[in-house]
């Protein structure tokens, strides 16, 4: 767990679904590297998304890392490859929801390079 969120306030937490498009390009990414990433998103900035295995949360570089969002219990188990994942999301800034769509897609995006960069 990112060790920041505990000591900050939840605004918002509600039951979700991480579309299956995202999490299928972390579990591949997943099971060749094995290891947490961080990394800033091109059309976001200064957000940044640190990606551990059981938890994704999108920061503020610009305030020292603040979290803005974060989705985490991933309920995987039994799942078509096409079905979204549910999960539950948590607001620790006003402004979450207004890109936590695009924060997504923006991950997919960097994920899908940095594998492509890694094939043979």
Request: hydrophobic share 40%; proline share 8%.
């Amino acid at each position: 767990m990112y060790e920041r969120l505990k000591d900050l306030p939840i605004l918002d937490s509600y039951p979700s679904r991480a579309p299956a498009a995202s999490w299928n390009a972390w579990r591949r990414y997943w099971s060749q590297t094995h290891r947490e990433v961080c990394f800033g998103l091109e059309g976001l900035p200064p957000i940044s998304l640190l990606l551990s295995e059981r938890e994704w949360v999108l920061m503020d570089s610009n305030a020292y890392d603040f979290p803005v969002l974060s989705w985490s219990d991933f309920q995987d188990q039994g799942r078509g490859l096409h079905e979204p994942v549910p999960c539950v999301v948590r607001h620790y800034h006003q402004g979450a929801s207004r890109i936590r769509d695009k924060a997504l897609t923006l991950m997919v995006e960097e994920l899908e390079s940095r594998m492509k960069k890694a094939a043979p």
